[in-house]
């Protein structure tokens, strides 16, 4: 199975704009956002994972 591993091109100018705006940002609203982020991949997580259970 091929793996989608590149980012479109929209996803790459987001991730542009994104860097634009952490470099604004204070050590301590960077750890934050890092923290909000790293939250809200493991809901995505918890969210694949049920929904590959519903699947089965």
Same mark, same amino acid.
């Given at each position: 199975? $091929?793996?989608?591993?590149? !980012? /479109?091109? =929209? *996803?790459?100018?987001?991730?542009?704009?994104?860097? $634009?705006?952490?470099?604004? !940002? /204070?050590? =301590? *609203?960077?750890?934050?956002?890092?923290?909000?982020?790293?939250?809200?991949?493991?809901?995505?997580?918890?969210?694949?994972?049920?929904?590959?259970?519903?699947?089965?």
């Amino acid at each position: 199975m $091929d793996l989608p591993l590149d !980012l /479109s091109l =929209e *996803q790459q100018f987001n991730l542009t704009v994104y860097q $634009d705006q952490v470099k604004s !940002l /204070s050590q =301590e *609203q960077a750890q934050e956002v890092l923290l909000e982020v790293m939250r809200q991949l493991m809901i995505k997580d918890n969210v694949i994972r049920h929904l590959i259970k519903q699947t089965i």
